[in-house]
């Protein structure tokens, strides 16, 4: 499967633990980006990169949040003290810009629930 | 922010076509619109997207209007694997992210 591939596809943690996510965009994109989607709402932009710089930030992602995209390759997210309202979808998208196309492709999503 | 008005739900029968229809007052002249679907328990799914004239691929066309104030997203043969949730998004030409609303969701009925 040559898609985007998120791991884990779920985590359940408890209030105040560290998580981390990892995203593998498709191998030739260059731009990644970080969403996040609660339930009944569309997916909220957090984040995102092209090659390694992150150039782009979301006020929702607090100091608690962090992104890398160290080798301009995978990414990943961690979260840092994890609250109950951190619980959501977080999806994982790349794209290779075109003209202004910019076409994005979106993972499955991890799905974090904190106890 | 980019902002673009759409129905809450719209239901079909299965072989018919369907309209999604979205508001986007106001558009500049370098927002494209793009349309992407999100089919339960998957990630968003990129439909189609256009800037002025209509569109046409192998999942859908989209009509925009004269006035680029508004567009309709055409199924032309509605299967219940259409059934999902479709955001209208209006993205400016240098944005990179996408803006999504709370879409409108599909249900496609035998």
């Known amino acids: 499967d040559t898609g985007v591939s998120q791991n884990p596809r779920h985590k359940i943690t408890k209030r105040g633990q560290n998580v981390t996510f990892r995203c593998d965009p498709i191998?030739?994109?260059?731009?990644l980006y970080w969403y996040r989607q609660t339930l009944g709402q569309g997916p909220e932009f957090l984040t995102y990169?092209?090659?390694?710089?992150?150039?782009?930030k979301s006020r929702l992602l607090s100091d608690r949040f962090s992104a890398e995209r160290p080798k301009g390759s995978f990414s990943t997210l961690e979260i840092q003290r994890t609250e109950q309202g951190d619980s959501a979808m977080y999806l994982c998208?790349?794209?290779?810009?075109?003209?202004?196309?910019?076409?994005?492709?979106f993972g499955p999503g991890t799905r974090l629930t904190v106890l | 922010d980019a902002k673009t008005t759409q129905p809450n739900s719209m239901e079909s029968n299965e072989e018919e076509p369907v309209h999604l229809p979205c508001n986007h007052s106001?558009?500049?002249?370098?927002?494209?619109i793009h349309w992407y679907r999100q089919l339960p328990s998957q990630g968003p799914e990129y439909v189609i997207h256009?800037?002025?004239s209509n569109v046409n691929n192998r999942m859908a066309s989209l009509a925009i209007a004269e006035d680029r104030k508004s567009s309709t997203l055409i199924l032309h043969r509605a299967t219940l694997r259409d059934a999902a949730v479709y955001y209208c998004?209006?993205?400016?030409?240098?944005?990179?992210?996408?803006?999504f609303g709370t879409g409108t969701r599909l249900q496609v009925t035998l």
């Open positions: 998004i209006r993205k400016p030409g240098t944005a990179s992210k996408l803006t």
């Open positions: 191998s030739e994109h260059n731009r």
């Open positions: 998208a790349s794209s290779s810009r075109v003209w202004s196309t910019d076409t994005q492709y």
């Open positions: 256009g800037l002025t």
């Open positions: 106001t558009i500049s002249g370098t927002d494209y």
């Open positions: 990169f092209q090659n390694e710089a992150q150039l782009e």
